[in-house]
C-alpha cells in the first residue's frame, strides 16, 4: 500500500540530491542554497550536517571516504571529518552565469555532472565527467539546467534532462571509455505543467523523474512511456533516490524557496518525503572511485 | 466483487471516467489541477496532457486525436498531439463564479454538459449542449451545480443531477433535435451524512449508477428509480463512475484528493485514487464519440 511520509521536516530552501549509500546505509542531500550537505540514517536519525561556502548542486561519495560535491565554480572534495572543503577542478573558468547542479556517479565509478545558468535562460551549460584520476571531461554543451542524469542499469544509456526545455533526453554511453554517443529524446513533458527535475533508474530499468512545480513523480518505461505517476503533498519536488535497508523506499526532496517564489507557502514545501509501498526496488548507488 | 486501485495518482479532484472503445483506452480528468489523463485498461500507459484551467469534463471527438473539453471559461478542443488548445465558445462569459462541470455524449454524437457555482451556493449554473457543428445551446438553468448527465440505452431518456437538490432528475430527450423537457425526479439522493448525487452512467441492463460523492457509496438505480443495490468504496469521496475495459465490464471509479469542501474529512493514503470494481457480471454500454 503506497504511503507517503514525512521523512525529514526541515524545510531545506533548495533540497536535491539525495543519496542512499549501502555501505553506510545511510542517506545524504543537500540543500543547494544553505548550501550544506545533510545524513542521517535510514529512521532520519543520528543528524549530521556540514556546511559549504557556495551554492551546492550535487554530492557523491568517494570510496576512499568523505564526498566530491559539485560547487558553484567546480568540483570539490568534503572532509567528512574536518569539514574542510579543497578544489578539485574549476568548470567555468571567469564565468558567472553556469554553476554546477545535478549530478551522479555512473555503474564504473566516475562523476557525471552538469552545469546551469543561474538565471535559467540561456545554453551556457556543459555535462561533464570527472574521472578517477581526476581528470575533467566535456560530455556535452548548449544546456541551460542540467538535471537528473542516471544510468540504466547495465550502465549503457545516460538519461539526463534539460529541465527548461522540458525535455529528457538518452545518450548511449560507453561503460569503457565514459564517452557520450548519440543522443536522442528519451521523453518530453510538454503536455505537462511541471519540468523534469532530479531522476533516478530503478532495478527494472525504469526512469523515475521528479517533475518540479507540479509535485508529483513520473516513472516511465525504457521506451519513454509514462507507466506511473504519483502525486506528493507539494508542488516543489525536486529530486529522488531509492533507499533503506531494502532499496524499496523512494526519498524525495522539495523546496522552501523556489526562484520563482512560488508555492512556499504549501506547508511541508523544502522537507523530505519518503514514499513506501511503490513495490518497485532502487539500484545501489556506486561510489565515485576518484 | 473486487475493490481496487489501478492508478495511484492523487488526482486533487478526480472526475470523467470515459471509455473509448476504439483506443481501448481509459480518460479522465483532475478538475482541479487541469489534467487529463490517459492509460490502458490495467492503468498502463499513461498520458497526461495539462491544461490551464479547471477542467469539468471532455469527450473524445470523432478521429480520436482530440477531445472536446468544458474549461472554466469555455468549450475548448483539445489536440493530443500538441496539447494546443482551441476555444469553442464560452457560454457564460459574465459569470466569472462559474465553471462549466461534468458532460457526456449522447447517442447522436452531441456533447451535453453543465456549468456549476463554483461556490456550490447559488443556482447560477446551466446546461448546455454543444452539437457537432460547434453551436452551443442553452438547454436548462437555475442549476447550483451541474452532475451525472447521461441517457438511457435507447437514448429516449436524459439523465441529470442538480447535486445539491438531493435528486437525480430524467427528463425527456428529443433524439432528433438534442432538446430536453418534462423534467421529473428519477430519484431521492439521501444527503443526510452530507453526501451529494456526482457523476453518473447507464448500463446495458439500463440500470443507472451514480457515485455518491462524500457518501462513499456507488447506487445502482432501477429504471423505476429504486435501488438495486449500493457498493461501499474505500474512500468517501468518490466522484463518478463508468463502464470499460475489453468487455466493458469494468467499473472505473474515480475520487478526489483534496476536498473543496474543507468540512469533510481527508481520505488517507488512498485519497483521490482511481478505482475499478470487478466481477459483478454487469456490462456498460459503449459511450460515443463527440461528432464534432
Redesign the interface.
Known amino acids: 500500500?503506497?504511503?507517503?511520509e514525512v521523512f525529514s521536516e526541515d524545510r531545506n530552501q533548495l533540497g536535491e540530491g539525495p543519496l542512499w549509500d549501502v555501505e553506510e546505509q545511510r542517506l545524504y542531500w543537500l540543500d543547494s542554497y544553505a548550501p550544506a550537505v545533510y545524513s542521517c540514517d535510514a529512521k532520519g536519525n543520528d543528524r549530521k550536517t556540514w556546511n559549504l561556502p557556495e551554492p551546492v548542486g550535487s554530492l557523491a561519495l568517494r570510496e576512499q571516504g568523505g564526498a566530491v560535491v559539485s560547487l558553484r565554480n567546480g568540483f570539490h572534495t568534503l572532509d567528512f571529518e574536518t569539514g574542510a572543503v579543497g578544489l578539485l577542478r574549476e568548470t567555468h573558468p571567469g564565468e558567472l552565469r553556469p554553476r554546477l547542479n545535478d549530478g551522479k556517479v555512473d555503474r564504473q565509478g566516475r562523476f557525471v555532472a552538469g552545469s546551469m545558468d543561474f538565471e535559467e535562460r540561456d545554453p551556457v551549460g556543459t555535462l561533464f565527467r570527472l574521472d578517477p584520476d581526476l581528470s575533467l571531461h566535456t560530455l556535452d554543451t548548449g544546456i541551460i539546467c542540467s538535471n537528473g542524469p542516471c544510468f540504466s542499469p547495465d550502465g549503457s544509456t545516460l538519461y539526463f534532462a534539460d529541465s527548461h526545455k522540458k525535455v529528457i533526453y538518452a545518450y548511449s554511453y560507453d561503460t569503457t571509455t565514459g564517452n557520450v554517443g548519440s543522443r536522442r529524446v528519451f521523453t518530453t513533458l510538454?503536455?505537462?505543467?511541471g519540468y523534469p527535475d532530479g531522476a533516478t533508474v530503478d532495478a527494472e530499468g525504469y526512469v523515475w523523474s521528479v517533475e518540479v512545480y507540479?509535485g508529483?513523480l513520473i516513472r516511465f518505461d525504457p521506451s519513454g512511456?509514462?507507466?506511473?505517476?504519483?502525486?506528493l503533498p507539494v508542488q516543489s519536488t525536486t529530486s529522488i533516490t531509492f533507499g533503506g535497508p531494502e532499496l524499496d523506499i523512494a526519498f524525495v526532496t522539495s523546496m522552501a524557496r523556489p526562484f520563482n517564489n512560488q508555492y512556499h507557502r504549501e506547508r511541508e514545501a523544502g522537507c523530505m518525503f519518503a514514499v513506501h509501498g511503490l513495490g518497485v526496488r532502487g539500484l545501489p548507488e556506486p561510489r565515485f572511485k576518484g | 466483487m473486487k475493490i481496487d486501485v489501478v492508478v495511484d495518482v492523487k488526482t486533487t479532484l478526480g472526475e470523467g471516467p470515459l471509455w473509448d472503445v476504439e483506443q481501448q483506452r481509459l480518460y479522465w480528468i483532475d478538475s482541479f489541477d487541469g489534467r487529463v489523463f490517459r492509460a490502458t485498461a490495467d492503468g498502463r500507459e499513461i498520458r497526461c496532457w495539462d491544461v490551464p484551467m479547471k477542467i469539468g469534463s471532455m469527450a473524445l471527438r470523432k478521429d480520436g486525436n482530440g477531445a472536446i473539453v468544458s474549461l472554466a471559461r469555455g468549450f475548448h478542443l483539445l489536440d493530443f498531439k500538441t496539447g494546443d488548445l482551441e476555444l469553442i465558445h464560452d457560454p457564460e462569459p459574465d459569470k466569472s463564479g462559474n465553471r462549466i462541470n461534468d458532460g457526456k455524449v449522447d447517442k447522436q454524437g452531441r456533447f451535453i454538459a453543465g456549468s456549476m457555482d463554483m461556490m456550490e451556493s447559488g443556482p447560477n449554473g446551466a446546461l448546455y449542449r454543444v452539437d457537432p457543428d460547434l453551436s452551443v445551446h442553452k438547454l436548462d438553468d437555475g442549476i447550483i451545480v451541474s452532475n451525472g448527465p447521461c441517457w438511457s440505452p435507447d437514448g429516449s431518456l436524459f439523465y441529470f443531477a442538480d447535486s445539491w437538490s438531493g435528486e437525480i432528475w430524467v427528463y425527456d430527450y428529443d433524439q432528433a433535435t438534442g432538446n430536453v423537457s418534462n423534467r421529473r425526479t428519477f430519484t431521492k439522493v439521501d444527503t443526510s451524512t452530507g453526501g451529494a448525487a456526482d457523476g453518473s452512467t447507464v448500463d446495458a441492463e439500463g440500470c443507472l449508477w451514480n457515485a455518491q460523492v462524500y457518501n462513499g457509496k456507488v447506487v445502482r438505480y432501477r429504471p423505476d428509480g429504486t435501488v438495486d443495490r449500493i457498493i461501499d468504496m474505500p474512500v468517501k469521496k468518490v466522484t463518478s463512475i463508468m463502464f470499460g475495459g475489453p468487455d466493458l465490464d469494468i467499473i472505473y471509479v474515480t475520487s478526489m484528493a483534496k476536498p473543496p469542501l474543507p468540512k469533510f474529512p481527508g481520505d488517507g493514503v488512498l485519497r483521490g485514487s482511481l478505482f475499478t470494481i470487478t466481477g459483478l457480471g454487469i456490462k456498460g454500454v459503449s459511450e460515443p464519440r463527440f461528432a464534432g
Open positions: 500500500m503506497l504511503r507517503i510538454d503536455s505537462l505543467r507540479s508529483r512511456v509514462i507507466d506511473r505517476i504519483i502525486g
